[in-house]
């Protein structure tokens, strides 16, 4: 299926790894140029270097943009160079961020406004004044790579599911609210997927456990109705999906990836 973005551009933020970065890789192969949005310089260097040497035709339709996305100053300034670059955003993903996981009793407020600064602002920023400039184009595109712990209370993770939760209820709201004036507002709501972060995960726990990483990935796919975790190039199909024309009727829907773990309706 040609999936109708050849000539689009795409901001992703967090493009620089993971989840964004497997994103960044579909768009390109799909014809569209993209920004990549994060803090380290160095990382965002390494994956448009990575993305030329796979895809050595895309040279000239990737753009890097070095922010910390908690600034919201920093984050229109993005948006400037990337609009700058490669002209108006058609979409933007939001992949940037997550929440450091603690255990209930170690929480203070200060960690519940820290899980919301890494996960829900670093959104909102660049949200906030693109959905704007989408609006007043008549057209745009919002996808935000959000999480299931959102959805249900991990006991280590609750400061970065509530942040979850509200972008998943703004997610609904926005897509309400600028449906309007052409633009539609998705999330993907992954469980865990194999990216570098979660590597670091299952090394904690590999510690914590006393056994080899590597077994701890075989614990954690077990667990899995699919018999392993999802890769971030299988939740990047699903983002390219629905930013793409082909979803033209879907807006405001919260698209669950955990592989049928929580066997919920809703
Ligand atoms: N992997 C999973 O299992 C999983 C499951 C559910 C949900 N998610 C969500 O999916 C998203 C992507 O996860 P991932 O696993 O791909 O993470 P990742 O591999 O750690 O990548 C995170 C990206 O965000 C950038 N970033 C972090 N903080 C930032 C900030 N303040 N400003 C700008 N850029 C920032 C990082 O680059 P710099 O560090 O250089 O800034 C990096 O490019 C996250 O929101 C995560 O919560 C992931």
Known sequence: MDLQLQGKHALITGGSKGIGLACARGFLEEGASVTLVARNASTLEAARVSLIASIPSAAARIGVVSADLKDPAAAVTAIDHAEQDFGPVHILVNSAGAARRTPPDELTPQHWRDAMDAKYFTYVNVIDPLIKRMASRGSGVVLNVVGTGGKVATLTHMAGGAANAALMLITA??????????????????????????????????RLSGITKEEALTRASARMPLGRVATAGEIANAVLFLCSPRASYISGAIVSMDGALTPIVV
């Open 173 to 206: 709201g926005l897509a309400a609210a600028y449906g309007p004036r052409g633009v539609r507002v998705n999330a993907v709501n992954p469980s865990l997927t194999l990216t570098e972060r979660m590597e670091e995960g299952l090394e904690a726990d590999a």
